[in-house]
C-alpha cells in the first residue's frame, strides 16, 4: 500500500496557540487530500477537501478561517489549528489520492493526536 | 454527514470464535470498504467490495454486499486478540468524491 506520513503523532499544546500538522504522500502524487478529524470512541468526520494549488472546501460546520489547509505541492498538505482550545482536541487523520476516480483504495496517515490543554 | 451504520457497536468474543459485523448505508455505492483501527492510531484498509460483487474472500475476512438492501457484513473466521480494534465501514458514493464512514464495530478478542 501507498505510504503515509503525519507529523507530528503527538503534540500538547496551551489553548490559543496554533499548532500544524504535515501530512506527506511518499510514493505517489496526492492531487487531492482530505482531513478527517476523529473525536475519542466516534467515527471519521470529514472536515475538508483540497485539490492541490486551490483552495480547500470545507464540510458544514468546520470553520475555514480556524482549520488553515494548505495544499501545495503534491506530496505535502499541512492542517493548521490556529487558536486551539480544547474542544479541538481530537485525532486528526490525513488521507491523500492521486485522484483515480471511483474504487481508488483511499490511503490514511498515521494520524495526529492533538491535546489542547 | 454519516451515513454508514454498523451493529453491533461493540462486540466480545472469544479466541477462536468468529465475529460479524455488519453496515448499513443509504445511497447508491460505486464500493464498499472495510478498515480496521487499532486504539489511537490510523487506519488500515481490510477489503474493497464493488457494488457489481456480492462477496470477496481475503484471508479469514468475508465481506458480503448486498446492494438491494443497502447492507454489507463483515465475518472475521477463528478470531485472534490481535483482532481487537474498531472496524468501519466506508462507502464511495456514486456521483462523489471521497468515502463516508460507518460509526465503526468495537471489537475485543478475549484470549
Known amino acids: 500500500g501507498a505510504v503515509v506520513s503525519q507529523h507530528p503523532s503527538r503534540v500538547i499544546c496551551k489553548s490559543g496557540t496554533s499548532v500544524k500538522i504535515e501530512c506527506r504522500s511518499l510514493?505517489?502524487?496526492?492531487?487531492?487530500m482530505f482531513w478527517y478529524r476523529q473525536f475519542p470512541k466516534q467515527s471519521l468526520m470529514l472536515m475538508a477537501t483540497?485539490?492541490?494549488?486551490?483552495?480547500?472546501?470545507?464540510e458544514q460546520g468546520v470553520e475555514k478561517d480556524k482549520f488553515l489547509i494548505n495544499h501545495a505541492s503534491l506530496t505535502l498538505s499541512t492542517l493548521t489549528v490556529t487558536s486551539a482550545h480544547p474542544e479541538d482536541s481530537s485525532f486528526y487523520i490525513c488521507?491523500?489520492?492521486?485522484?483515480?476516480?471511483?474504487?481508488?483504495?483511499?490511503?490514511f496517515g498515521p494520524g495526529t493526536r492533538l491535546l489542547v490543554l | 454527514s454519516q451515513q454508514g451504520e454498523e451493529d453491533p457497536q461493540a462486540l466480545s468474543i472469544q479466541e477462536g470464535e468468529n465475529a460479524t459485523m455488519n453496515c448499513s448505508y443509504k445511497?447508491?455505492?460505486?464500493?464498499l470498504q472495510w478498515y480496521r483501527q487499532n486504539s489511537g492510531r490510523g487506519l488500515v484498509h481490510l477489503i474493497l467490495?464493488?457494488?457489481?460483487?456480492r462477496e470477496k474472500h481475503s484471508g479469514r475476512l468475508r465481506v458480503t454486499l448486498d446492494t438491494s438492501k443497502k447492507s454489507s457484513s463483515l465475518l472475521i473466521t477463528a478470531s485472534r486478540a490481535a483482532d481487537t480494534a474498531s472496524y468501519f465501514c466506508?462507502?464511495?458514493?456514486?456521483?462523489?468524491?471521497?468515502?463516508?464512514f460507518g460509526e465503526g464495530t468495537q471489537l475485543t478478542v478475549n484470549p
Open positions: 467490495i464493488r457494488s457489481n460483487e
Open positions: 445511497t447508491s455505492i460505486n464500493n
Open positions: 483540497s485539490n492541490e494549488g486551490s483552495k480547500a472546501t470545507y
Open positions: 488521507s491523500p489520492t492521486s485522484g483515480g476516480g471511483p474504487g481508488e483504495t483511499q490511503y
Open positions: 466506508a462507502t464511495d458514493p456514486r456521483g462523489g468524491s471521497r468515502l463516508t
Open positions: 510514493d505517489f502524487q496526492a492531487t487531492t
